[in-house]
């Protein structure tokens, strides 16, 4: 099979990208290696592929549209798996711009190359953010999500509205996936963990926000990883129970589909933390703040249609993960030496 990664050198995309060439595929990568964190991370993620026989990779915006379609035009995708996006709830409040450009108008023309090169089916990451004023627990896709908290989960639930209309006019099946607070090694600089770990090893104090009260479904890397490669594999079709006078949101008439991937067991900010210390084997100084604009206090994804139509079941407890993570943190970053 032949896929193109969108985000080819960011978190999810390059370990991605490193699972389906492993499993013999052929990968073309695009990043546009933008500085919105450390471009040194982006380059240390791509060199565990880069020089990988089936894997090319090109350094491009998606919300460039002559180049995108140039890129459809020059191969004949089975599968797109779009993962390029301006990330984090809090920068779109300061840079709505670029969460326009790349989120909007790149997935727009992400969607306009698969519907031009008969793509086989498009995969693309949405979040856990779109079900902003939700407050039932867990979040299931079977509910509305038509409350965002900001501009980021907006154009997340864009992105759904925008697949559908490609799924239902052109038959292209799609299928979205929410992802519920990804980490593991490589992670982004701008999340908790790295942020929270950096700190803790500078003897900085770390924010603490919502007092330590927010639970959130932490999912590790590879568990993420897993469930997509499931999902690449198994296109979306219509559903033939559909019913628009009781219109069921993750699924159609069209071949559409959303779907939470998660771990479904939240934790504790505190709780997650506290791992943190203990891996890093030393005390975070804490100043505990409000909750922030944007944020949400609890996140719990319902991963029951994931289950029973992938057989998805998450294996890397928050433990084990955040010791992985420490792990490749301190050897990363040279705190052993």
């Known amino acids: 099979m032949k896929v193109l990664v969108t985000g080819s050198a960011g978190f999810i995309g390059s370990a991605l990208s490193l699972e389906l060439l492993k499993e ?39 919300d460039n549209r002559d180049a995108i379609s140039d890129i459809f035009k020059s191969y004949n995708f089975d599968c797109v ?25 790149g997935f727009g023309n992400i969607l306009e190359g698969c519907r031009h090169s008969n793509v086989g089916h498009l995969v693309y990451a949405s979040s856990s953010s779109t079900y902003g004023l939700n407050t039932r627990q867990p979040y299931n896709v079977n509910e509305p999500v038509n409350h965002p908290l900001s501009l980021y989960a907006a154009t997340k639930k864009a992105n759904e509205l925008m697949a559908h209309t490609y799924s239902h006019l052109f038959k292209l099946p799609t299928t979205g996936l929410r992802f519920f607070t990804v980490y593991g090694p490589y992670d982004r600089p701008d999340m908790a963990l790295q942020k929270f770990a950096r700190a803790i090893m500078s003897g900085e104090t770390i924010q603490v926000f919502n007092h330590g009260n927010h639970k959130r479904d932490f999912t590790y890397i590879d568990d993420i990883v897993n469930g997509i490669i499931k999902v690449i594999k198994k296109p979306a079709l219509p559903n033939i129970d559909w019913n628009s006078d009781k219109p069921d949101p993750s699924s159609s008439s069209a071949p559409y589909r959303i779907y939470n991937i998660g771990n479904s067991n939240p934790v504790n900010l505190k709780d997650y933390i506290f791992e943190l210390e203990k891996n890093l084997k030393k005390e975070a100084i804490k100043q505990y703040l409000p909750i922030q604009p944007g944020d949400v206090p609890d996140t719990f994804a319902d991963i029951s249609s ?3 139509e992938f057989d998805y079941r998450p294996t890397i407890s928050v433990e084990e993960g955040i010791k992985r993570f420490s792990d490749w943190f301190l050897n990363h970053y040279n705190y052993i030496k």
């Open 81 to 105: 798996v779009n993962l390029a996006a301006q990330a984090g709830v809090r920068y779109s409040i300061e840079n709505p711009s670029a969460y326009v450009d790349t989120n909007l108008v």
């Open 306 to 308: 994931l289950i029973e």
């Open 24 to 62: 013999g595929h052929t990968v073309i990568g695009i990043d546009n290696h933008n500085d919105y964190y450390d471009r040194n991370l982006k380059e240390a993620r791509l060199s565990r592929h880069m020089n990988h026989k089936k894997y090319s990779h090109i350094r491009e915006s998606i």
